[in-house]
């Protein structure tokens, strides 16, 4: 008896595990069914959302026109005057460019050249140039969604004509011919004493540092190390003195002297109209405003996102400086061996994919693909951020730390279109290089974290730095994306700091 109702359990036992084994298959195929509809229904809204903003973007073109000329009296040229059309292999000029005085021809190197820098002849007949190299040829080369969608498969690059007041821009902003600098902000930026205080005085040769630093030490103390903090995109000094700063223990506070820095264009620093907002302009006015300024010797890097490709340029340039490099998602997409001729633009496909979910997804394709789209995003946040600032504070009753809006609104458009251009799609030229140069020339400590919930830059991109770097530690947190891998675990993340100072310390 017994032995036969062990034999029928057994048989029941199988029988209820095969039926949970079918159920469970069909739990997954209605999970992967209804994924594949929203992926689905992702492409579709999609397609029909960004192909209305190529049309809403030209109409603002010509309604920012207007009212540019009609509050500052000028003409305001803009990048999407610049009429792309496909080179015949990549290599010839535009012939649009002939007769044309002050046009603009660019010439897209062909793909086995890639490395070499873009040529940007004045006029059909002109000995003049000027090489481009800085500047990311995705401000020109922004095909709208549907002649991307029907473009032939394989990159094409492009040889572009671009209109003779695109290049009286380029020619005014590269020659940076000598004249005063405009210190009155666009109609379209904020005025406010926060974004432009650095008009007045000496601060507009200098960026916004905010230091927190101990006492000089007394003599036969040891030296006090200089650690310097670079934001990414859209972000300010704030996203690190109102997170980890505070969070520091008091021991790190007494040996180490911090240095927070607004990037050019953003929180309180300068944002000169008449920049291109190049990765040399950047580098250069942190080398003036901090390694300068206070005289540093060496230093640890933390960066976040955007501001590691600035931290890997830094460590470059000044290899036996750097004590540690932090990265928090740095933004490395390896290019395939077929998009090697036109890297820039698989990199704006990669951070700005065109898709209107996830909604951080979106807004990066609105920010990186639509000129004046995003204008208009400047002009209604940006420059009201001190509307919105009293709005959350009445609607969360105070409850609601309300620093992240000081980082994410305060920055003119100029800025924030150049700067993701230029060193966010053109990091595709230059990352490879530097990693390389970190992975075999600097003996530093380099240290990776990324949020596995990241929808703006997926893991693999900080996977991808670790396996180009060999020797540097990677974390993966879970369930953090690109802002809450900082905020929400301040004091985990400052006592990781500290740790890796600490290490490198003992090297």
Known sequence: MH???????????????????RAGECRVSLVALLAAAGRALNCVVSFVVFSFLDVLDMVLCLVYKVVDYAVEAEWKPCYCSAAAREGGGGGGVAGGATGAQGALSFVAPRAAAAAGPKVVRLSSSSANKMQLEDVS??????????????????PIAPALTVSPAIAELIRGK???????????????DCDCKMCHSWSTG???????????????????????????????????????????????????????????VDLLGFGRSPKPADSLYTLREHLEM???????RYRLKSFHVVAHSLGSVLALALAVKYPGAVKSLTLLAPPYFPVPEEEAGAATQYVMRRV??????????????MAC???????????????????????????????????????????????????????????????????????????????????????????????????????ARVTVYDNKDHITIVVGQEKLFAAELEAIWRSAAQD
């Not at 032995?3 to 095969?18: D, F, H, L």
């Not at 011919?177 to 379209?188: D, E, G, H, K, V």
């Open 369 to 471: 693909w639509y000129e004046h789209v995003s204008r208009t995003i400047c002009l209604t946040i940006c420059r009201h951020h001190r509307v919105w600032n009293r709005l959350f504070r009445i609607f969360t009753r105070n409850k609601m730390r309300t620093f992240l809006i000081e980082a994410f609104m305060c920055h003119t458009h100029n800025a924030a279109w150049h700067t993701l251009h230029n060193i966010m799609c053109l990091s595709a030229s230059k990352m490879g290089a530097y990693l390389d140069v970190v992975a075999g020339q600097l003996s530093c400590k380099v240290a990776l974290f990324h949020g596995r919930d990241d929808e703006l830059l997926p893991v693999e991109c900080t996977l991808a730095v670790g396996a180009r770097v060999p020797r």
């Open 174 to 188: 590269i020659d940076r011919a000598p004249r005063p600098p405009r210190q009155a902000p666009c109609w379209s």
């Open 3 to 21: 032995i036969a109702t062990c034999v029928w359990q057994e048989k029941a036992a199988a029988m209820g595990a095969a039926a949970g084994g």
């Open 352 to 365: 700005a994919p065109r898709r209107v979910w996830p909604p951080i997804a979106f807004g990066a394709s």
């Open 202 to 260: 000496s601060r507009a040769s200098h960026l916004y540092v905010h230091v927190q630093a101990p006492p000089p030490p007394p003599p036969g103390a040891g030296e006090q190390e200089a650690v310097i903090f670079i934001h990414g995109f859209i972000s300010s000094s704030v996203f690190w003195t109102e997170t980890v700063f505070p969070a520091f223990s008091p021991a790190a506070r007494g040996r180490y002297r911090m240095f927070a």
């Open 286 to 292: 942190i080398e003036r405003s901090v390694l300068q």
């Open 137 to 154: 040829d995705t401000l020109y080369v922004r095909a709208s969604l549907l002649s991307d969608a029907t473009r032939k498969p394989g």
